[in-house]
């Protein structure tokens, strides 16, 4: 079995900054890609940003700029560093891995982290 374990969410203002991590453990052989992805109160799940095992990276349009994925690979850890926040970039950040398992590949979800960003 695969656990994500997310932290860092929180409060912050407009402009400010935050950091997420997600750390991956279980019997992991092998993990494809990481990334965060985040829901709205009434809208769909969206990408944010997500980095593949060779290191590249995809953000979405909205974040591009602002927002910073990277991964620690020793640690089978994923961070967002996130500036420059909107008060639209509130939302519940989901951890996500494409994990292969020593017979088994598959996605894997985090619990979510609150992200409010308010004055």
């Known amino acids: 079995q695969v656990q994500l374990v997310e932290s860092g969410g929180g409060l912050v203002q407009p402009g400010g900054s935050l950091r997420l991590s997600c750390a991956a453990s279980?019997?992991?052989?092998?993990?494809?890609?990481l990334g965060w992805y985040r829901q709205a109160p009434g809208k769909q799940r969206e990408l944010v940003a997500a980095i593949t095992r060779g290191g590249s990276t995809n953000y979405a349009d909205s974040v591009k700029g602002r927002f910073t994925v990277s991964k620690d690979n020793a640690k089978n850890t994923v961070y967002l560093q996130m500036n420059s926040l909107k008060p639209e970039d509130t939302a519940v950040y989901y951890c996500?891995?494409?994990?292969?398992?020593?017979?088994?590949?598959?996605?894997?979800w985090g619990q979510g982290t609150q992200v409010t960003v308010s004055s």
């Open positions: 996500y891995a494409d994990i292969a398992l020593y017979t088994t590949r598959g996605d894997y």
């Open positions: 279980g019997s992991i052989f092998n993990i494809y890609a």
